[in-house]
Structure formats: C-alpha cells, structure tokens
T-cell receptor, first 111, second 117 residues
Framework: DGGITQSPKYLFRKEGQNVTLSCEQN?????MYWYRQDPGQGLRLIYY???????QKGDIAEGYSVSREKKESFPLTVTSAQKNPTAFYLC??????????FGPGTRLLVL | AQSVTQLDSQVPVFEEAPVELRCNYS??????LFWYVQYPNQGLQLLLK??????LVKGINGFEAEFNKSQTSFHLRKPSVHISDTAEYFC???????????????FGKGTHLIIQP
C-alpha cells in the first residue's frame, strides 16, 4: 500500500532529552513537511523540504531539527531546547504542484 | 503572507440537519483553498479543494464548498449530517505562486463539528 507512515504512535520524552520522530513515504513525493498541532491552535509549520539534502524553517522551527538524506524519509528531532514539546506532530508530503497528504501522527508527551 | 479564520470553534448540529462551517481568508496574492477533516487521534484527510474553475466544489462524504472571491470566503456545507461526521474540520490556503503550497499550507484553528442524535 502506498502512503505515509509515522512512528512511533506515542513517544515519551524526559527532561533534557532529544527525541526523533520518524516519517516515511512511498508515494514518490518530492516535498515533505512537519506540522505541530496543539488544542485550539490548528496546525503550525515546523520545517519543510522540497528536495533531498535541502530544507527550510517554517513558522516555529526553534527547538527542532530535521534531515532529508533520502527522498522517502524526513525525520524530525525535538531537541532539549524545545521547552514545550507536548503536542501532536503530523508529517505530510506532496508532489510539487499537487495536494498535501498527511500521515497518522505521533503524540509526544513529556515525563 | 496569508491567514485563515474559522470563526466557530464548535458547531453543534442535530443528526440529518444541514450544516455550514465558515472559513474566511486574507491574502495579498491568489490562493488555492482546501478543507481537511480530522477524526480523533488521526491525521488529516482531504475533503475537497479549490484550484480554479467552478466556484462550487464537491468533495467526499457529501460535502461541498463555495469559493467567494469578493468575500474571501470558502464555506463548507453538507445538506444532511450523520453521526459519523463528528470530527475536527480545518480550512487551509496556499500561495499559487509557490506551486500550490510547496512551502506549506496555512491553516485555520479548526471547527469541531458535534452531531447530536
């Protein structure tokens, strides 16, 4: 089946710890995106990548980092610098000029 | 830059009644418009989109939306709702100049549609 997978479904972070959220797509999409969703806030763009080995900051990039070494993969690292990481994280992808499709999300909780 | 306003954070509706979810946007450039639906603890699913052409757009699950350029609106409607339509609905826009959102979508804060039996 073609689609976007995110893992894990739930992730727990301890104080001062970096954690990495996985996003993989087998749709041959060029662009990939990370959004953060908080209750009542809608979705806010963290980072995006239109091509391998290149990525740009979105509206709320502070405390996060990404890499795009392969077309299929766009992992997001939530660093210890992100002081309020508890949220639902959504990955999306699209062909250039096409429509964004979303993965099932990862819920990050702080212990 | 664009912004999207969904005026209603919650809309309660009785089953089989019609519903309209409102979306207004602000942009200095032409935009594409989208409605997504999110069921609890899941990702977003595309309901419909307006790129060009007819201003009345039909989507999945019996939803439709009408683009009104003069009022900068893209309201979502369904003539008769079902319990299964209970979900969060998001309106979003993208800049036509960036290939339809190559730099990401701008979302409203969402409207929670609550269907009452």
């Amino acid at each position: 089946d073609g689609g976007i997978t995110q893992s894990p479904k739930y992730l727990f972070r301890k104080e001062g710890q970096n954690v990495t959220l996985s996003c993989e797509q087998n749709l041959n999409h060029d662009a990939m995106y990370w959004y953060r969703q908080d209750p009542g806030q809608g979705l806010r763009l963290i980072y995006y990548s239109q091509i391998v080995n290149d990525f740009q900051k979105g509206d709320i990039a502070e405390g996060y980092s990404v890499s795009r070494e392969k077309k299929e993969s766009f992992p997001l690292t939530v660093t210890s610098a992100q002081k309020n990481p508890t949220a639902f994280y959504l990955c999306a992808s699209k062909k250039l000029g096409g429509t964004q499709y979303f993965g099932p999300g990862t819920r990050l909780l702080v212990l | 830059a664009q912004s999207v306003t969904q005026l209603d954070s919650q809309v309660p509706v009785f089953e089989e009644a019609p519903v309209e979810l409102r979306c207004n946007y602000s942009s200095s450039v032409s935009v594409y418009l989208f409605w997504y639906v999110q069921y609890p603890n899941q990702g977003l699913q595309l309901l419909l989109k307006y790129l060009s052409g007819s201003t009345l757009v039909k989507g999945i699950n019996g939803f439709e939306a009408e683009f009104n350029k003069s009022q900068t609106s893209f309201h979502l409607r369904k003539p008769s709702v079902h319990i299964s339509d209970t979900a969060e609905y998001f309106c979003a826009v993208s800049d036509i100049r960036t290939g339809g959102g190559a730099d990401g979508l701008t979302f409203g804060k969402g409207t929670h549609l609550i269907i009452q039996p």
